[in-house]
């Protein structure tokens, strides 16, 4: 929808922030309109319903995930230009269907056409690309309505279908509390790696019910988890029930299920705190900190993943503020040696993925560094070290090489260029609001 990119609200947009960049001498005014048009140039499907469908740029589906991602950046643009606040509620409507076909997939065909991975051992759909359950999927459409209500004060999303869906959500997380004893989904995938099917025979590995915390197949890298409590995603969780609750109570007038949104995001909080935090230990940890996935027996994983939501992005999707002193703890533990998917080279420093290979970062954490960093200088650094690394393409991408960022993955990864985008409109003091 090149039409969309060429609206005088978008140009005029685009022309205040880099009249900033050029204030400020900081030379990447180019890049971050490409960046910034990247979605609405290549993948915005404007359909008959009104929905709009959002491919991730090199697959041909929709993910819940990237597809809110990929449109965040323009809900600073929404409240003042309608036809971007149309596409953006196109994408909500799409996302809500997708959820009531089944909240348990993680991304959507354009049609009832069949593809993707249909084989999967699992309740597939001809609607349905990849049937990979991640709470983070159900998360990322709740937090996106959320930030249109905020930045549009429009309410036309938010119809009998939205309800039902944020309902559905509610009821997911709940079941999945007990994931053991209560839940019927399972997910097999056939010759493939470890990291794209379930154990034991598409149960996933055991956990202990009743924790508090909401059980999770995969990641947001889409790779399967070692102990099913994945926490990033379970804080997040917490934030959109939090989010939920406000919409039931102030448009819904639905207070017994404000209510009781609200009593399951204190209560995912609090067992958060319990299960997930290590301890300050003399012989290994001198101070306590968050670790990455928990099993509720005790075993835990100390990691940190490039994708959204991790453990470094808690204040960037609103968990806790960014000098919080647990944070600030896991922050500097994940940007260490003891998270063994942060690298440092000769270009770049960052967090990867077991997702990528060894020794190469991922621009969504570079990003996610910038965004939560402590002043605009530290902001800076990272846009530098972002537009540095594009591998001479004019592009973010997936994941870049620390010592030689033309090797890198994913030349079209539109969600890596959102998110420099984002840091970009950050810097120059446009921010979305909450």
């Known amino acids: 929808m090149r039409q969309l990119s060429r609206l005088n609200s978008v140009q005029e947009f685009v022309s205040q922030i880099k009249k900033e960049l050029e204030k400020r001498d900081l030379p990447v005014g180019e890049l971050f309109e490409r960046c910034f048009k990247s979605t609405l140039d290549t993948t915005v499907q404007m ?159 055991l956990v202990k019910p009743h924790t508090g915390l909401i059980w999770s197949g995969f990641r947001p890298s889409d790779d399967s988890c070692v102990y099913g409590y994945l926490i990033p995603s379970n804080m997040f969780a917490a934030v959109i029930l939090e989010y939920i609750s406000q919409i039931a109570r102030e448009i819904y007038k639905d207070f017994e299920f404000a209510e009781e949104a609200a009593a399951f995001s204190k209560s995912v909080r609090e067992a958060v705190t319990q299960h997930a935090v290590i301890p300050m230990d003399e012989k290994r940890f001198d101070k306590p900190f968050y670790a990455y996935e928990v099993d509720g027996y005790g075993e835990y994983l100390i ?60 621009h969504l954490s570079m990003g996610v560094q910038g965004l939560t960093a402590a002043g605009d200088q530290e902001k800076r650094h990272y846009i530098e070290c972002m537009a540095a690394t594009d591998g001479g393409t004019g592009w973010m991408h997936e994941s870049l090489h620390v010592n030689d960022p033309a090797k890198f993955t994913r030349e079209s990864f539109l969600w890596a260029n959102a998110i420099f985008a984002e840091l970009v409109m950050d810097y120059c003091g446009y921010k979305i609001k909450k």
Not at 179 to 188: A, P, R, T, V
């Open 47 to 205: 359909k008959e319903d009104g929905s709009v469908f959002i491919v991730t740029g090199d697959i041909p589906a929709m993910w819940l995930r990237d597809s809110s991602c990929q449109v965040k950046p323009y809900l600073c643009l929404a409240g003042r230009e309608p036809q971007i606040a149309d596409m953006i509620a196109g994408v909500i409507l799409r996302q809500i269907s997708c959820i009531l076909i089944d909240p348990y997939a993680n991304a959507f065909n354009e049609t009832a056409n069949g593809n993707g991975w249909q084989t999967d051992l699992t309740k597939m759909h001809p609607h349905i690309w990849e049937r990979k359950y991640e709470i983070d999927s159900l998360c990322f459409p709740m937090e996106l309505s959320y930030l249109y209500w905020k930045n549009t004060g429009r309410t036309d999303i938010f119809t009998d279908e939205f309800l039902q869906a944020a309902r559905s959500i509610v009821t997911v997380f709940r079941t999945e509390q007990d994931h053991e004893n209560s839940s019927d989904y399972l997910f097999e995938r056939r010759d493939c790696i470890y990291t794209d099917t379930l154990s034991r025979n598409g149960k996933g590995a």
């Open 303 to 362: 990691m940190d993943d490039a994708n959204l939501p991790s453990l470094l992005a808690m204040p960037h999707f609103g968990y806790c503020d960014a000098d919080d002193e647990l944070y600030l703890n896991t922050k500097e533990m994940m940007l260490g040696e003891a998270n063994p998917y942060y690298f440092s080279g000769k270009y770049a420093a960052g967090i990867g993925s077991p997702h990528t290979r060894e020794d190469y970062v991922w």
